[in-house]
């Protein structure tokens, strides 16, 4: 009898392959073990066994596996199931949800690794100089990888040489296995046994009483010791001793302390003291409330107003889902908040809190995952951004999805194009878990659902502590500058509140939602604006680096001193960033200190922490940022908080347009007056009448909520109907028109739903791609699988027309 294994690999093919296994191999293995399994003619690849069976497939020859990597499954039952139910509900293939899920450390691949060929004579005449720098370094070492040749020949684009070198026939290439992931081992020392007894003490110090720095040490080594009562790490007893890892070696080389290692965790939390959550009346009241709510329904969804205390009812709820010593998720939508979280989390619960996002290395990721994995006790709550939804959970109780309107809990590219709240409530499902939605300002989909009985509903209406709402104050830009009431960017009366928080000791937040200097620089003379050489956008200029640069692609260039189409040198910038509101800051108030949080600022491991840790030191007076700063964080000394330019988010061309400006203004505005003294907030607009800032000045949630609710049904939008945007790529104009008109017809015909399209979005050509999209509108009386099969037999359809092949098509359901 056969035996075979079904296969899922991480590349974007619809299906799983089967390979051939012996039958001692089909009894060890077990779906969620990674294969290495050959593909192609000389890759390899990490598979995931997603099935075992006798059936051989007819369509090809199975071939054999290469090895099984794992001695127990590292991807859950429930995961797969969870994987398959996001490859089929948002249009993508199961290789892409693996290879997104899957710590990148896990994923083996092969690597090409060069050898010389022992019965080639290097001739120098016939060899160019970098062919010999290569042929010299292996005549060094046996072999080399394909990174170690580009470091030798100080170039990335290696393969000329590669292909050169093979045509005569001077190397052979082979394929080998890499296992990316290394356990982090800490050096610990110890002194040698003989010198455990007082005699031999008292020997030692004589043999030391010549070498004072090394006395000191082994002196220092014993304070440690008696003070901590656990192994002294090198690091730590070099740190308490002052002195250099010179002085250590030297007592290791004579035998006096002898070194090991243990191994250990990259990311830890250290246990610390517990404290109780305190809950006021109206928290004691919704806590009551949404545990009334679970016994009924598996969702629920707390409305707060900002600084209701939200995160207080989430541990109060924590700490009861944790007596049951199962497993609970933290969503967040953005990594700046897990910084100020984690330290809240961990005064309660000490190091049962894990952290999981896109900013941790690949062996920390990997780590986290193995704890998860094992149920260990150092990761039964995790915090993370929408990754840490694919985590291996055994015993899932309780999903926390924190600001559940944003747009960042939805993942655009690559596919799979999945959005973490929606996900997150599926697999909660999947576990039999309970979810909790938190927002101030919650997304209308989520409402709609609280409101018609699908999820349950409690809401906080007061501030925590004796806080009140802050005073919106409107300017009118339009008034202000036709009045000479302008200073730069800032009206004076931002200037007069922004002085007297000041003067009062209290801090600023300023929101600007667009980052560098300015987004366009116009010469006078004859208007041109340089635009990227890849995308159809105008390039931002970055005073700080003194370049332009492209926000789609990264392009970037010097900034010109004069213009590249008529050479004149009166050039100007149009509209304004983040870099030049700080700058117009240092000039308002040059013995303050100012400080910009956007993408520019915030790339390294721990920007984030150092930014929001000095801000909340006091050490920052007034903080500048993006759309980072309306999302969640808690600064009990902010009294004022300015939005430059609230327009800027309401003419965007998007359906979701005044409720997101709804949201991120009302996030912004609750960031002020969170402690006993009352915030105020200034909103600088050309168009103060129009309905969202009213709504936003009167903090009136509810007629948004009803004046959207009532556009989206007279013009087919969420909730009503369901979208599927389908977006088309190519490189050649016509080629992309033709092939968009195509597809277009052929979902006209087929459907009797509203189909728009194809249409150039606001940005056509990315990456020297052009760009059409066509938008499905689904009603919720239509069978969503079905509209979606045929979408998918249309798809297929267009891909097996020649012409179209090269043609990129990508499918985002839910797309909003």
């Given at each position: 009898m056969p035996f075979f294994v079904e296969v899922i690999l991480p590349i974007a093919l619809p299906q799983t392959f089967t390979y051939r296994v012996s039958e001692a191999e089909f009894h060890y293995l077990k779906p969620g073990m990674r294969i290495a399994v050959p593909f192609g003619k000389s890759k390899f690849y990490t598979g995931l066994a997603a099935q075992l069976h006798h059936n051989e497939p007819s369509l090809y020859e199975a071939r054999e596996i290469h090895q099984i990597i794992d001695e127990k499954p590292i991807v859950t039952e429930i995961?797969?199931?969870?994987?398959?139910?996001?490859?089929?509900?948002?249009?993508?293939?199961?290789?892409?949800v693996f290879r997104s899920a899957l710590p990148s450390a896990l994923m083996l691949e092969s690597e090409t690794v060069i050898s010389a060929v022992k019965s080639y004579i290097v001739g120098e005449a016939s060899l160019s100089d970098d062919e010999y720098l290569i042929l010299e370094a292996l005549?060094?070492?046996?072999?080399?990888?394909?990174?170690?040749?580009?470091?030798?020949?100080?170039?990335k684009n290696v393969f000329q040489v590669i292909?050169?070198?093979?045509?005569?026939?001077?190397?052979?290439?082979?394929?080998?296995?890499?296992?990316?992931?290394?356990p982090k081992l800490v050096r610990y020392i110890r002194l040698f046994p003989e010198f455990n007894s007082n005699e031999k003490l008292e020997e030692l110090l004589l043999i030391l009483k010549n070498a004072q720095k090394q006395k000191e040490v082994v002196l220092a080594y014993f304070q440690l010791q008696a003070s901590e009562r656990k192994p002294v790490s090198v690091k730590k007893l070099s740190e308490f001793s002052g002195t250099t890892p010179a002085v250590i070696k030297a007592l290791i080389d004579k035998e006096i302390f002898e070194e090991y290692y243990i191994q250990e965790d990259r990311v830890s939390f250290a246990d610390s003291e517990k404290e109780a959550v305190r809950l006021n009346e109206s928290q004691t009241?919704?806590?009551?409330?949404?545990?009334?709510v679970f016994t009924q329904k598996e969702v629920c969804l707390l409305h707060g107003v900002t600084a209701s205390g939200k995160t207080e009812v989430y541990i109060r709820l924590i700490e009861d889902f944790l007596k049951q010593e199962k497993q609970i998720l933290y969503l967040l939508p953005e990594i700046a908040l897990t910084t100020q979280l984690v330290s809240r989390l961990t005064q309660y619960f000490g190091n049962k809190v894990a952290v999981f996002h896109s900013k941790y290395n690949n062996n920390e990721r990997v780590e986290v995952w193995n704890q998860v994995l094992n149920c260990s006790e150092k990761a039964q709550i995790v915090i993370g951004a929408r990754s840490a939804l694919f985590l291996p959970f055994r015993s899932l109780s309780f999903i926390v999805i924190d600001e559940e309107h944003e747009a960042t809990f939805k993942q655009t590219d690559p596919a799979p194009r999945?959005?973490?709240?929606?996900?997150?409530?599926?697999?909660?499902?999947?576990?039999?878990a309970k979810v909790l939605l938190g927002s101030a300002t919650p997304s209308i989909e989520t409402y709609f659902n609280a409101c018609s009985g699908k999820y349950g509903l409690v809401e906080l209406h007061r501030r925590f502590g004796n806080a009140v709402l802050p005073d919106i104050q409107l300017v009118d830009l339009k008034d202000s500058y036709f009045r000479k009431k302008m200073n730069g960017h800032f009206s004076l009366s931002l200037i007069e509140a922004i002085a007297e928080a000041l003067s009062n000791g209290e801090q600023v937040i300023l929101f600007q939602n667009r980052r560098g200097y300015s987004p366009v620089i116009e010469c006078m003379t004859c208007g041109h604006v340089p635009q990227c050489a890849q995308c159809d956008v105008s390039l931002t200029y970055h005073k700080y680096k003194n370049q332009l640069r492209c926000h789609y692609c990264g392009y970037s260039m010097a900034k010109p001193n004069s213009c590249h189409a008529c050479s004149s040198i009166d050039l100007t910038s149009k509209g304004f960033g983040t870099e030049q509101i700080e700058l117009e800051l240092k000039a308002l108030f040059p013995e303050k200190?100012?400080?910009?949080?956007?993408?520019?600022?915030?790339?390294?491991?721990?920007?984030?922490?150092?930014?929001?840790?000095?801000?909340k030191n006091r050490e920052i007076d007034i903080l500048v940022g993006t759309q980072m700063l309306a999302k969640g964080l808690d600064f009990d000394n902010v009294s004022l908080v300015g939005i430059l330019n609230a327009d800027s988010?309401?003419?965007?061309?998007?359906?979701?347009?005044?409720?997101?400006?709804?949201?991120?203004?009302?996030?912004?505005?609750?960031?002020?007056?969170?402690?006993?003294?009352?915030?105020?907030?200034?909103i600088q607009t050309y168009n103060p009448d129009h309905n969202t800032i009213q709504q936003v000045t009167n903090n009136d949630y509810q007629s948004m909520y009803k004046e959207q609710l009532y556009e989206r049904k007279i013009y087919f939008y969420p909730p009503y109907y369901k979208l599927i945007k389908l977006t088309l790529k190519h490189k050649d104009f016509e080629k992309l028109k033709e092939s968009s008109q195509w597809l277009y017809q052929v979902l006209k015909q087929q459907f009797d739903i509203p189909v728009l399209g194809p249409e150039e979005p606001p940005v056509g050509r990315i990456r020297n791609e052009f760009i059409r999209t066509i938008l499905i509108k689904i009603p919720q009386e239509k069978s969503l699988a079905g509209t979606k099969k045929t979408?998918?037999?249309?798809?297929?359809?267009?891909?097996?027309?020649?012409?179209?092949?090269a043609v990129k098509v990508a499918v985002n359901v839910d797309f909003y």
């Open positions: 995961q797969l199931r969870h994987w398959e139910w996001i490859a089929s509900y948002y249009m993508c293939t199961i290789g892409e005549s060094q070492q046996s072999s080399l990888k394909m990174q170690e040749v580009a470091v030798i020949l100080g170039k292909q050169s070198l093979l045509a005569k026939n001077a190397i052979s290439l082979q394929e080998e296995m890499v296992e990316e992931y290394k009241q919704a806590f009551q409330e949404i545990e009334s999945y959005h973490a709240r929606d996900a997150a409530i599926v697999l909660a499902n999947f576990h039999k200190e100012i400080a910009r949080m956007d993408q520019d600022t915030t790339r390294g491991k721990y920007a984030f922490e150092k930014l929001i840790d000095s801000f988010m309401l003419y965007f061309p998007d359906f979701r347009a005044f409720e997101r400006s709804y949201q991120m203004m009302t996030q912004v505005s609750g960031r002020a007056g969170r402690s006993d003294r009352k915030g105020k907030v200034i979408i998918q037999k249309i798809l297929n359809s267009f891909e097996a027309v020649s012409q179209f092949r």
